[in-house]
């Protein structure tokens, strides 16, 4: 059965959605669970596709977390090799850094809850099924301030100027957290102790913002998130 590699930063940052469509294809997944000190492979000849997942950690965080080094060596062979590699929101940074971009403070804030998206000329091309502006979930305090050589940024809104970016047409980096189900929400507003509405912020939902009407948010999400992998998921080869 081909594999999918997935790198994993945190236990409640998983595949989410993503893991049942990924089973329906026929694909079986290595989630290395770095945080709890799986080795990051050198090379990723033994998969089809490299999945990189969100987390709580900066891209920047080497001293903290050594294995993001790792990390950023696989994306760079990886992409060498164009192997088809997907990221969600620090995945997206850590593919973003690593082949040239750059990744920052993003000057809006943090951007927390349910907010729109809107495509861009090229992500509408790509990602026909959807419509110009869609909401998803978001949860980060860092952007990709500048992309790699040859990047085209697919979606955008007022709070981050890159919210998913392509590079060719195996890279596929996302920002936001279409893959998040409802119980992975609930676990990241628990977690969120000061709760966000009290830190401040144009971008920051209150908890019963984010939690209200989930399951029906969450269903629209996995079907949103379907749509955004689907071009991505066909040029994995195997």
């Known amino acids: 059965m081909a594999t999918i590699l997935v790198l994993q930063h945190h236990p409640d940052e998983g ?8 089973a329906s ?6 989630v290395r669970a770095l945080e709890r000190g799986d080795p990051v492979p050198s090379s990723p000849a033994s998969y089809v596709a490299l999945i990189v997942m969100g ?3 900066s891209v920047h965080d080497e001293a903290e977390y050594p294995w993001l080094r790792a990390e950023k060596a696989l994306i760079r062979s990886a992409a060498a090799e164009q192997f088809p590699i997907l990221g969600h929101c620090l995945g997206a940074q850590l593919i973003n850094l690593a082949l040239g971009g750059s990744v920052e403070r993003n000057p ?3 951007e927390l809850g349910w907010w729109p998206v809107r495509l861009s000329e090229t992500g509408h091309a790509l990602c026909s099924e959807l419509p110009a502006e869609f909401p998803l979930f978001h949860w980060h305090g860092e952007h ?8 085209q940024v697919l979606a955008y809104n007022a709070a981050t100027q890159v919210q998913a970016f392509a590079l060719g ?5 996302l920002q936001a957290h279409p893959e998040v189900t409802a119980a ?4 990241w507003v628990d977690s969120y102790s000061a709760g966000p509405a009290e830190e401040g912020g144009r971008y920051l939902q209150s908890a019963a913002e984010m939690l209200a009407d989930l399951d029906a948010k969450t269903a629209r999400l996995a079907a949103t998130a379907a749509a955004l992998y689907r071009p991505w998921l066909a040029q994995i080869k195997g």
């Open 108 to 110: 809006s804030g943090q």
């Open 144 to 151: 990709c301030a500048t992309l790699p050589p040859g990047a």
């Open 184 to 187: 992975q929400v609930r676990r």
């Open 25 to 30: 294809l026929g694909y079986a997944t290595d």
């Open 55 to 57: 987390g709580p950690m």
């Open 15 to 22: 595949l989410g959605s993503l893991a049942p469509l990924l």
């Open 169 to 173: 047409d195996r890279i596929l980096a």
